[in-house]
C-alpha cells in the first residue's frame, strides 16, 4: 500500500455580514493559504449558517473573526447548534477586536483559541493546524 | 462488501444524509484510490442530474452568476448542488475558496454547495470534480452547477463533465475573445455576457457574435446578457439552459399531503373567471381567535371559499357551535399565549389534513381604557403576550411548515390603532402590540418572500365585535366614529371578506409585507 495523501487541513473563517471589515479575516486566510490549508471564507447571517456551512465543507476547524460585537453571544450559540447538530467535536476558534472583559466567557463556552492580534501569524497558523489535526484524528477513530 | 464503510456511507447518501456526502467527497478528495473505487461503483447508478459547466476568466462573474441561477433553480423546486473550484497554491498547498461567499446564505435542504481546491488537477476542475458530481446525484441532485477555477484558453476538460458548458464573458474583452477563440470559445455551448449594467457589455456580446460555430452543437451559440445587479437576464438564462437541457417536470415537493396542494398561479388572461384566482379549494386554513366576532367570520369566509379549516380559541363549545356550521372543519381549543396549546392546534392541522396554506392571526386582546402613567405591568404583559408573541409563534410553527411546502399565506390581523394612536380611547399596549404586528408582518415578508411564503395583514378599523358590543349602541362612542371616520360609520360585517380572501389567496400572489386598512378612511387623513 502506497503512503496516504497528506493531511490538507479545511478551515472555515467567518464572519458576521454586517461587518464589513475584514483586512483581519483576510490576512489570516492567506497566512493559512500559505500554511498549506484550504480556507473557505463566507460572512454569516445567523450562528446556524456556520454550523450549516461547517458540515457541508467538512471543515476540520472554525474560525470566527468579530470587529463590533456579539463575541460572546454568538460564540455560544455556534458552539451550542454544534453540539445539537451532533458536531461538537469540532473546534472553534476565535479572533478580532476580543474585549478582556469577553476572555473568561469565550473561554467557558469552550473556544479552543483566542487571537487577540499582536499574535505571529505562524503561531496562529500552527494552531489551527494543530487542531485540524487532532481534530480529524478524534473523527477517525 | 457488507459491512463496510464507505458503502454504509453510500447508502446514507442515497437516503439524503449530506453529512455523509460531505465525508465521502472528502475521502475522495484525500485518496485518489477512494475516488477510483467511487467512480467504479457510481458508474451504473442510473444518472439522474443536468450538469452545467461555468468557465470563463478569473473575475469574470461566474461565481455571482452561479449564485443568482441556484436562488431561481431552488425557488422552481429543484434538489441543486454546486461544485466551486478554486486555485491551490503550487507552493503550499492550501487554497482560499472564495466562490462561496458570493453565494450569500446557503442554508437549504435542497442545496448542497462545496468548494473544491483543484488540488493539482488539470484544465481548470479538480481530479475529484467527476466523482463529487456522482455523489450529488446519488444525494439526489437533479442539477448541478460546476465552477471552474478562472480559466485560460486552454482549459477545455470541463467540457468531458457536464452536459452544457457556459462561457462566462464579463464586458471589455475585446482582444482576450480573440485569443480565446481556438480553445474554450470552441467548447462553448453558450455565450453568457456578465455585468450588463457595465459599458462595454454590448461591444463583447457583437465580439462573441464571430465566434462562428462550435459547442456540441457545432452550431450557432445563443449569447444572453446578465446583470447580478439588476437581475436581468438571469431567467432567460435559466429557461435557455432548461430548455437545452430538456429540464421539463420539476420534481414534485416532498411532504405527506392528504389534500391537493395548490397549483402555482398560472399567468392567464383577464376573463369572465377571474374570481378562480380567489378559489381556496383543496387549500388548508387555521384561523385563531375563531370562536366569535371577525374570526368566525374569517372561518366561514375561507370555508365558503373552499378551505378545509382548523379554528383554535380559548371556548371548546364555541368552537363546536362553530364547526357544527361546516362540512370541513377541525376544532382545536388552546390559547395562543400558550406554548402547549399552539402547538397542538399546528399538528392538529397537520395530522388532519397534512399541510397548511393559510394562517390568520386573528386572536388579539384588548381592555378598558386605561391612561399610560397608569398601565398596570400585567396588563402590558398580558397584551404582548397575545397580540405579538402569540401571533408571532403562531407564524413560525406554521411558517415552518409552508416554508416546507414551499408556499403559504399568512394573515395578520393588527388594527388601525397599530398605525395611528387610538387617542382618546387610551390603550397604549394594544397600540404598541398592534404596530410591532405591523413591522413583524414587513420584517417576516422579506425573510420568505423567496421561500414561497407571503405573509400581510389587516388592519380593520371599527367594526362590530365582542370586543366593541359597548360602542355599537353607545352615542358618545358614536360620535367619536362620525368625528374620526371619513365615511362616519364603523364597519359592517362581511367588509373584511375581499380583503380576507385577497391575501388568503393566490388573487395576491404579488403582494407581500403590506398591510391592509379597512377602515372607513380613518388612515387616510
Ligand atoms: N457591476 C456588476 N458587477 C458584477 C456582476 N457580476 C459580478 N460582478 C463583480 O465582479 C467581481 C467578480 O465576480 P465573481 O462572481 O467573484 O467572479 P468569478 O468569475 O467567480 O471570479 P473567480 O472565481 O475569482 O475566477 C465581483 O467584484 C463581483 O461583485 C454584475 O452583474 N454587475
Ligand atoms: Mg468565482
Given at each position: 500500500?502506497?503512503?496516504?495523501?497528506?493531511?490538507?487541513?479545511?478551515?472555515?473563517?467567518?464572519?458576521?455580514?454586517?461587518?464589513?471589515?475584514?483586512?483581519?479575516?483576510?490576512?489570516?486566510?492567506?497566512?493559512?493559504?500559505?500554511?498549506?490549508?484550504?480556507?473557505?471564507?463566507?460572512?454569516?447571517?445567523?450562528?446556524?449558517?456556520?454550523?450549516?456551512?461547517?458540515?457541508?465543507?467538512?471543515?476540520?476547524?472554525?474560525?470566527?473573526?468579530?470587529?463590533?460585537?456579539?463575541?460572546?453571544?454568538?460564540t455560544q450559540a455556534i458552539v451550542t447548534a454544534l453540539g445539537e447538530a451532533g458536531r461538537g467535536d469540532l473546534p472553534v476558534v476565535v479572533?478580532?477586536?476580543?474585549?478582556?472583559?469577553?476572555?473568561?466567557?469565550?473561554?467557558?463556552?469552550?473556544?479552543?483559541?483566542?487571537?487577540?492580534?499582536?499574535?505571529?501569524?505562524?503561531?496562529?497558523?500552527?494552531?489551527?493546524?494543530?487542531?485540524?489535526?487532532?481534530?480529524?484524528?478524534?473523527?477517525?477513530? | 462488501?457488507?459491512?463496510?464503510?464507505?458503502?454504509?456511507?453510500?447508502?446514507?447518501?442515497?437516503?439524503?444524509?449530506?453529512?455523509?456526502?460531505?465525508?465521502?467527497?472528502?475521502?475522495?478528495?484525500?485518496?485518489?484510490?477512494?475516488?477510483?473505487?467511487?467512480?467504479?461503483?457510481?458508474?451504473?447508478?442510473?444518472?439522474?442530474?443536468?450538469?452545467?459547466?461555468?468557465?470563463?476568466?478569473?473575475?469574470?462573474?461566474?461565481?455571482?452568476?452561479?449564485?443568482?441561477?441556484?436562488k431561481l433553480l431552488l425557488e422552481r423546486g429543484h434538489m441543486t448542488g454546486g461544485l466551486l473550484v478554486d486555485p491551490s497554491s503550487p507552493?503550499?498547498?492550501?487554497?482560499?475558496?472564495?466562490?462561496?461567499?458570493?453565494?450569500?446564505?446557503?442554508?437549504?435542504?435542497?442545496?448542497?454547495?462545496?468548494?473544491?481546491?483543484?488540488?493539482?488537477?488539470?484544465?481548470?476542475?479538480?481530479?475529484?470534480?467527476?466523482?463529487?458530481?456522482?455523489?450529488?446525484?446519488?444525494?439526489?441532485?437533479?442539477?448541478?452547477?460546476?465552477?471552474?477555477?478562472?480559466?485560460?484558453?486552454?482549459?477545455?476538460?470541463?467540457?468531458?463533465?457536464?452536459?452544457?458548458?457556459?462561457?462566462?464573458?464579463?464586458?471589455?474583452?475585446?482582444?482576450?475573445?480573440?485569443?480565446?477563440?481556438?480553445?474554450?470559445?470552441?467548447?462553448?455551448?453558450?455565450?453568457?455576457?456578465?455585468?450588463?449594467?457595465?459599458?462595454?457589455?454590448?461591444?463583447?456580446?457583437?465580439?462573441?457574435?464571430?465566434?462562428?460555430?462550435?459547442?456540441?452543437?457545432?452550431?450557432?451559440?445563443?449569447?444572453?446578457?446578465?446583470?447580478?445587479?439588476?437581475?436581468?437576464?438571469?431567467?432567460?438564462?435559466?429557461?435557455?439552459?432548461?430548455?437545452?437541457?430538456?429540464?421539463?417536470?420539476?420534481?414534485?415537493?416532498?411532504?405527506?399531503?392528504?389534500?391537493?396542494?395548490?397549483?402555482?398561479?398560472?399567468?392567464?388572461?383577464?376573463?369572465?373567471?377571474?374570481?378562480?384566482?380567489?378559489?381556496?379549494?383543496?387549500?388548508?386554513?387555521?384561523?385563531?381567535?375563531?370562536?366569535?366576532?371577525?374570526?368566525?367570520?374569517?372561518?366561514?369566509?375561507?370555508?365558503?371559499?373552499?378551505?378545509?379549516?382548523?379554528?383554535?380559541?380559548?371556548?371548546?363549545?364555541?368552537?363546536?357551535?362553530?364547526?357544527?356550521?361546516?362540512?370541513?372543519?377541525?376544532?382545536?381549543?388552546?390559547?395562543?399565549?400558550?406554548?402547549?396549546?399552539?402547538?397542538?392546534?399546528?399538528?392538529?392541522?397537520?395530522?388532519?389534513?397534512?399541510?397548511?396554506?393559510?394562517?390568520?392571526?386573528?386572536?388579539?386582546?384588548?381592555?378598558?381604557?386605561?391612561?399610560?402613567?397608569?398601565?398596570?405591568?400585567?396588563?402590558?404583559?398580558?397584551?404582548?403576550?397575545?397580540?405579538?408573541?402569540?401571533?408571532?409563534?403562531?407564524?413560525?410553527?406554521?411558517?415552518?411548515?409552508?416554508?416546507?411546502?414551499?408556499?403559504?399565506?399568512?394573515?395578520?390581523?393588527?388594527?388601525?390603532?397599530?398605525?395611528?394612536?387610538?387617542?382618546?380611547?387610551?390603550?397604549?399596549?394594544?397600540?404598541?402590540?398592534?404596530?410591532?404586528?405591523?413591522?413583524?408582518?414587513?420584517?417576516?415578508?422579506?425573510?420568505?418572500?423567496?421561500?414561497?411564503?407571503?405573509?400581510?395583514?389587516?388592519?380593520?378599523?371599527?367594526?362590530?365585535?365582542?370586543?366593541?358590543?359597548?360602542?355599537?349602541?353607545?352615542?358618545?362612542?358614536?360620535?367619536?366614529?362620525?368625528?374620526?371616520?371619513?365615511?362616519?360609520?364603523?364597519?359592517?360585517?362581511?367588509?373584511?371578506?375581499?380583503?380576507?380572501?385577497?391575501?388568503?389567496?393566490?388573487?395576491?400572489?404579488?403582494?407581500?409585507?403590506?398591510?391592509?386598512?379597512?377602515?372607513?378612511?380613518?388612515?387616510?387623513?
Open positions: 500500500m502506497s503512503a496516504p495523501e497528506p493531511l490538507v487541513p479545511r478551515v472555515l473563517l467567518t464572519k458576521s455580514f454586517i461587518d464589513s471589515h475584514d483586512r483581519a479575516i483576510k490576512t489570516i486566510a492567506l497566512a493559512l493559504r500559505d500554511g498549506g490549508c484550504e480556507v473557505i471564507l463566507v460572512d454569516y447571517e445567523t450562528p446556524s449558517d456556520v454550523v450549516d456551512v461547517a458540515i457541508d465543507e467538512d471543515v476540520d476547524v472554525i474560525g470566527v473573526s468579530f470587529m463590533s460585537g456579539g463575541q460572546v453571544a454568538v479572533g478580532g477586536t476580543i474585549r478582556p472583559f469577553d476572555v473568561d466567557d469565550l473561554e467557558s463556552s469552550g473556544v479552543r483559541a483566542i487571537f487577540r492580534g499582536g499574535e505571529k501569524l505562524e503561531r496562529v497558523v500552527e494552531t489551527f493546524r494543530d487542531l485540524a489535526a487532532e481534530s480529524r484524528r478524534r473523527r477517525a477513530e | 462488501m457488507a459491512g463496510d464503510p464507505l458503502t454504509a456511507q453510500l447508502d446514507a447518501i442515497r437516503a439524503g444524509d449530506r453529512r455523509a456526502l460531505a465525508t465521502v467527497i472528502s475521502a475522495a478528495e484525500n485518496d485518489p484510490r477512494v475516488a477510483a473505487r467511487l467512480d467504479r461503483e457510481l458508474a451504473d447508478t442510473p444518472r439522474r442530474a443536468r450538469r452545467v459547466g461555468l468557465t470563463g476568466t478569473p473575475g469574470s462573474g461566474k461565481s455571482t452568476l452561479l449564485a443568482e441561477l441556484v507552493l503550499s498547498g492550501g487554497a482560499v475558496l472564495g466562490d462561496r461567499a458570493r453565494l450569500g446564505r446557503t442554508s437549504d435542504p435542497r442545496l448542497y454547495v462545496r468548494s473544491l481546491g483543484s488540488r493539482g488537477g488539470h484544465g481548470a476542475v479538480a481530479a475529484a470534480t467527476r466523482t463529487a458530481i456522482r455523489l450529488l446525484e446519488l444525494w439526489g441532485a437533479d442539477l448541478v452547477l460546476v465552477e471552474t477555477v478562472g480559466a485560460g484558453q486552454g482549459d477545455v476538460d470541463i467540457r468531458g463533465l457536464v452536459d452544457l458548458t457556459v462561457l462566462v464573458v464579463p464586458p471589455g474583452l475585446g482582444d482576450e475573445l480573440q485569443a480565446m477563440k481556438a480553445g474554450i470559445m470552441e467548447v462553448a455551448d453558450l455565450f453568457v455576457v456578465t455585468k450588463a449594467d457595465r459599458p462595454g457589455a454590448a461591444a463583447a456580446a457583437a465580439a462573441l457574435k464571430d465566434a462562428g460555430i462550435g459547442g456540441r452543437a457545432r452550431g450557432h451559440r445563443e449569447i444572453i446578457e446578465t446583470s447580478a445587479l439588476t437581475g436581468g437576464g438571469i431567467v432567460t438564462l435559466a429557461d435557455h439552459l432548461m430548455q437545452q437541457l430538456e429540464v421539463t417536470a420539476v420534481p414534485a415537493v416532498v411532504h405527506s399531503e392528504t389534500v391537493t396542494p395548490p397549483p402555482p398561479p398560472a399567468p392567464s388572461a383577464a376573463s369572465g373567471r377571474l374570481h378562480e384566482t380567489f378559489d381556496l379549494t383543496g387549500r388548508v386554513a387555521i384561523i385563531t381567535g375563531a370562536t366569535a366576532g371577525l374570526g368566525r367570520r374569517f372561518a366561514e369566509v375561507l370555508h365558503a371559499a373552499g378551505a378545509s379549516v382548523v379554528i383554535t380559541g380559548r371556548r371548546a363549545e364555541r368552537l363546536q357551535e362553530v364547526a357544527a356550521q361546516l362540512e370541513r372543519a377541525v376544532v382545536a381549543p388552546a390559547d395562543v399565549s400558550d406554548a402547549e396549546g399552539r402547538q397542538a392546534v399546528v399538528r392538529a392541522a397537520i395530522d388532519t389534513y397534512g399541510r397548511i396554506d393559510v394562517l390568520v392571526n386573528n386572536a388579539g386582546v384588548s381592555g378598558p381604557p386605561v391612561p399610560s402613567e397608569e398601565m398596570p405591568a400585567q396588563r402590558w404583559d398580558d397584551t404582548f403576550a397575545v397580540n405579538i408573541t402569540g401571533l408571532f409563534e403562531m407564524a413560525r410553527l406554521a411558517g415552518a411548515q409552508m416554508l416546507a411546502q414551499r408556499s403559504g399565506s399568512i394573515v395578520n390581523i393588527t388594527s388601525v390603532f397599530g398605525l395611528v394612536a387610538n387617542s382618546p380611547v387610551n390603550d397604549s399596549a394594544y397600540a404598541a402590540s398592534k404596530g410591532a404586528v405591523v413591522n413583524l408582518t414587513r420584517a417576516l415578508a422579506v425573510e420568505w418572500a423567496m421561500r414561497g411564503v407571503r405573509v400581510n395583514a389587516i388592519a380593520p378599523g371599527w367594526f362590530p365585535s365582542e370586543m366593541t358590543s359597548d360602542m355599537v349602541e353607545d352615542e358618545s362612542s358614536q360620535t367619536y366614529i362620525r368625528r374620526c371616520c371619513p365615511m362616519q360609520r364603523m364597519g359592517h360585517q362581511g367588509e373584511l371578506d375581499g380583503a380576507l380572501l385577497f391575501l388568503a389567496s393566490d388573487a395576491s400572489s404579488y403582494c407581500t409585507g403590506q398591510t391592509l386598512a379597512i377602515d372607513g378612511g380613518w388612515t387616510a387623513r
